[in-house]
């Protein structure tokens, strides 16, 4: 007997009765109990399984060739695969493949933030759970990856993850690239404009040439929403108005503001809300 013949004798002893028990469609499979099921055996039990509603997969011994054998699943809307060890960011592009998932709990996996970013087929995707040394130096990184999956909702080492007012709307500020300036509590108002702002702690913000500064300290931000596109040497600079973008973010999150001489001034306190 050879030893592909070995093998498959061998998963069929161990989940022969299983994979016979198996329907097409399931709406929740739980296969934790099988603490050691690796990629072949995980492939053995769904090979006649066309489509899953939940499947729990949490603390099995799966690897980064499990999830790319659920790739061939008509569906799969809930996969739960938290304490998989053997997972990383190698299976982010089968991941990307799983285009119905609508919930992933991926916690205590090797899967991390920079693979996360890098999910942006899962349009679908509702509740992303997941696991950080550090949520605080992850930040900017959780921008990115509220605009890469828009209407997810994050839960970071159990807790769920909110995004500041302020910090929302620095963000947009930030990746249409308008330009801004500080007003100081008891201080004349600039005439030079930055090209850039950020908040590099809870506490302070910062543009190109001022601060930073503790937030309590800042009387306003001044936003020039117009923005200068080049398009090449041979075409006049086109004038973009983002203004209308921003001042809807602004009443969305509650920020006070008020348009002064066509510039858009933002009021901000020092715990960061409004």
């Not at 949520?135 to 994050?154: E, G, V």
Request: proline content about 3%; hydrophobic content about 35%.
């Amino acid at each position: 007997m050879g030893n592909k013949q070995k093998h498959e004798k061998e998963l069929k002893r161990k989940y022969g009765k299983l994979a016979e028990a198996m329907q097409e469609y399931h709406h929740h499979l739980d296969l934790r109990p099988l603490t050691d099921l690796p990629d072949e055996g995980l492939e053995y039990i769904l090979a006649n399984v066309r489509g899953i509603d939940m499947l729990d997969l949490d603390e099995t011994g799966i690897s980064n060739e499990g999830i790319k054998a659920l790739t061939r699943l008509e569906y799969l809307k809930e996969l739960r695969v938290k304490g998989c060890t053997h997972l990383d960011n190698g299976c982010i592009e089968d991941l990307n493949r799983l285009t119905g998932l609508q919930f992933l709990h991926i916690k205590d996996t090797g899967i991390t933030i920079d693979g996360l970013l890098q999910l942006n087929a899962l349009t679908n995707l509702e509740e992303l759970l997941f696991s950080a040394d550090d949520p605080a130096l992850i930040k900017d990184k959780m921008w990115q990856l509220k605009n890469t999956l828009s209407h997810c909702r994050f839960v970071i080492n159990s807790k769920p993850y909110h995004f500041d007012a302020v910090d929302h709307f620095l963000n947009a500020v930030k990746s249409i690239r308008v330009t801004c300036r500080f007003k100081i509590k008891n201080e004349s108002l600039i005439d030079d404009w930055s090209n850039w702002l950020i908040k590099p702690s809870d506490s302070y913000l910062e543009a190109e040439g001022q601060g930073p500064y503790n937030i309590s300290d800042i009387e306003w931000i001044d936003i020039n929403p117009v923005k200068n596109h080049e398009a090449g040497k041979l075409v006049s600079p086109k004038a973009i108005d983002h203004s209308g973008d921003l001042v809807q973010l602004l009443e969305d999150l509650s920020i006070p503001y008020l348009i002064v001489e066509q510039r858009i001034r933002v009021y901000v306190v020092k715990d960061g809300t409004a």
